[in-house]
């Protein structure tokens, strides 16, 4: 029998604990208003993007049920389809469900990926930019499962693992070539009696073997609680991954990459910011192969939270971490791109502990990181996005009655009127 993972019950802890705290690389380069167009689009270069230009605010779903987004819950394909998943966590209409919306166009009726089983928290989002086919990872029951979207149909793989480990948080995404790589964290119990916590990979090209392997100097801290991977893949099928780290004592981010599809050879690097521990959030890949990696700092669970972000081009290193300053200080920064390959970032607000409800967007102007609020709804947990125009989009939760009404809400493009 598959060992049931003790990190996918403590992530379900703190998904609801976490509502009960609500009441450089980039070159400096300002911002001024631009008409994102979609007819003229990435082909004018240089172009200043005023990614919010033509956002408005949608409601994704209204009912009175607890909707819940996971890490990576949107994105955009070249066609202009905003596509997102979100988790109903409690009464009868329980499970992990897709909606789309076209551009210009109106949101889906939302269709089940994950029946009732589905761990909150656990879906992970990825979408081919070019075919618009929906990638959707999530743990159900006691399996790890993917589900592929083609032609307006689900295809379901279960992805096996070891029975000994208990398996959760999985990060997902599609190289090139439509091979899908996701990274995970797992827990199993050694000789000595105690629990370990590691970082895992497998991918999936189709066959039924998911290529699974064990980061073997991977040690993740605090039981698993505050730590989830991020995972990118180059076109060689190579994929480089970022998590929560103890390394002698010390907890900072460790990004481990290897050189092939499936490589065992893995070479790392830490990301740290001295006398206060460190947690990834999102690293991104630009379009010239750069890595980015957006992450937060607080001293202790309940001290002040900072976001940083750093960059590493091509075969160097992460250099200039750099504390996105300003009127704002917040969590869980997520990373998207111009389409010059400027990285913006959007993060929830925090006053300590306590969430804001706001969410702020900052990019680099002339130096310095420029921020602002661009919602205001009592919101969290964001996913962002940039399409191919230039164009912001952020999915987010709405709390509306603690613990027990979430909306899920958007804020982004619609089409001007010609």
């Not at 208990?166 to 964290?185: F, N």
Request: proline fraction near 5%; glycine fraction near 12%; include cysteine.
């Amino acid at each position: 029998m598959k060992k049931l993972s003790m990190i996918t019950g403590s992530a379900i802890l703190l998904t609801l604990a976490g509502m009960l705290f609500m009441t450089g690389c980039s070159s400096d380069k300002a911002v001024s208003p631009a008409v994102n167009d979609p007819s003229v689009g990435a082909s004018l270069a240089p172009v200043d993007y005023d990614v919010w230009q033509f956002a408005q605010t949608e409601m994704v779903t209204t009912s009175p049920d607890l909707d819940m987004l996971s890490r990576r819950a949107m994105g955009i394909d070249d066609m202009g389809t905003v596509h997102a998943i979100y988790q109903r966590g409690i009464g009868a209409e329980q499970g992990l469900y897709y909606v789309c919306k076209p551009q210009g166009g109106q949101w889906s009726q939302p269709e089940i990926v994950g029946a009732p089983g589905t761990y909150p928290g656990t879906g992970w989002l990825e979408v081919c930019e070019e075919t618009g086919e929906a990638y959707v990872a999530f743990y159900n029951v006691s399996d790890l499962q993917l589900g592929i979207r083609r032609g307006g149909a689900w295809e379901m793989h279960t992805l096996d693992t070891p029975d000994e480990y208990g398996v959760g948080k999985p990060a997902l995404a599609v190289d090139a070539a439509g091979i899908v790589h996701v990274a995970m964290m797992i827990d199993w119990d050694t000789e000595s009696g105690y629990v370990m916590w590691q970082i895992a990979y497998g991918y999936f090209d189709g066959s039924s073997d998911f290529h699974f392997q064990v980061l073997e100097n991977s040690i993740v801290p605090h039981y698993g609680l505050f730590s989830s991977p991020d995972i990118v893949a180059r076109e060689d099928g190579s994929v480089v991954i970022a998590y929560h780290h103890d390394a002698a004592g010390q907890l900072l981010i460790r990004v481990e990459e290897n050189n092939a599809l499936g490589g065992k050879e893995w070479t790392a690097e830490h990301v740290d910011v001295p006398g206060v521990i460190v947690y990834p959030e999102s690293l991104e890949r630009d379009a010239e192969g750069n890595l980015h990696l957006g992450f937060h700092t607080n001293i202790e669970l309940g001290a002040e939270y900072h976001t940083y972000y750093a960059c590493r081009r091509g075969d160097g290193h992460f250099g200039g971490k750099q504390e996105v300053d300003g009127d704002y200080a917040g969590a869980r920064p997520r990373i998207a791109f111009t389409p010059d390959n400027e990285p913006h970032l959007v993060f929830e607000e925090l006053l300590g502990p306590r969430s804001t409800g706001r969410l702020i967007h900052a990019y680099r102007s002339q130096g310095k990181w420029v921020q602002e609020v661009v919602v205001d709804n009592l919101a969290a947990t964001p996913s962002f996005a940039i399409d191919k125009s230039g164009n912001g989009s952020i999915l987010y939760e709405s709390r509306v009655v603690l613990l027990e009404d979430n909306n899920i809400g958007y804020f982004g493009f619609v089409a001007p009127v010609q």
